[in-house]
C-alpha cells in the first residue's frame, strides 16, 4: 500500500456542494465508470461532519455497524451524553454505556480518546495543520483506532479531497459491481484502483457509496 501523503491537508478539502460537483466534472473526464455513476444519479451528499472529539467519537460508534444501527446507538449517547465531551463521557460509568448499545471494545476506546482530549495527549485543533501521514501516527497511536477510523476522520470531519477509505467494505463492494468482478478487491488492490482518482478519491468515494445504495435499493428482479 502507498505510503501516506506528507502534504498538508488544509488546502485540498472539501468544503461545500460547489467542491462535489468540481471533483465530479474532473473525474467524470478521466473514469468512464465515475461518468457513468454521475449520469445516472448526480452530484453524491456533501457528507461533512463535525469534527474533534466529537467527531471522532461518532466514528467509533459506527465501527462496523450498519448505518441504521450506528445511527440509533448514536442518537441515544447524544441524549445520555448532553454536552458530548470528553470529561462527560469519563463520568458515565460501564453499565450506563453499555445501555446505550456500546460495547466493551467500543467503551474502552471512547475512554481512551477522551482521556487523551481531556489531558492534551491530542490536538484536535491541530489537526487540520498537519500532514496525513502525522495525522495518521497521532490518531493510530489511540487504542482501537486503525486505518478506516483515520480514512473517515479525514474524509467526512476535516474534508480532505483525496482522502479514501480501501479498507470499507461497502466501498470494495461497490467497485465489485462496479466493474462486473466476480469478488470484491481487497485493501491493497483498491487502493491500487484507487490511484487513478487522484486527488479526487474523498469525491470518488462518495459517489461509489452513492452506487452501493442505490443498487441495494433497487427491488430484486
Known sequence: MPAPSKRRT????????????????????????????H?????PPLRRRESGFTGLARIVVG????????????TRVKAAIDPLEPDAMLSMDEAALRG??????????????????ANGEIS??????????EIRNHLTALPGIGPWSVDIYLMFCLGARDAFAPSDLALQEAVRMVYGRQ?????????????R????????????????THRRARPER
Open 39 to 43: 449520469d445516472q444519479l448526480g452530484d
Open 124 to 133: 484536535f485543533a491541530d489537526l487540520p495543520d498537519m500532514s496525513e501521514y
Open 100 to 117: 446505550l448499545g456500546l460495547s466493551r471494545p467500543k467503551i474502552r476506546t471512547l475512554r481512551a480518546i477522551a482521556s487523551a482530549t
Open 197 to 212: 482518482w487522484r486527488p479526487w478519491r474523498g469525491v470518488a468515494a462518495r459517489l461509489l457509496w452513492a452506487d452501493y
Open 63 to 74: 465501527q462496523q455497524l450498519s448505518i441504521a444501527s450506528a445511527d440509533a446507538i448514536w
Open 10 to 37: 488544509a488546502k485540498t478539502i472539501i468544503e461545500t456542494a460547489s467542491d462535489i460537483s468540481k471533483g465530479c466534472r474532473a473525474l467524470s473526464r478521466r473514469c468512464v465508470h465515475m461518468r457513468a455513476i
Open 183 to 195: 469478488s470484491r478487491p481487497g485493501p491493497d488492490e483498491l487502493e491500487a484502483i484507487a490511484e
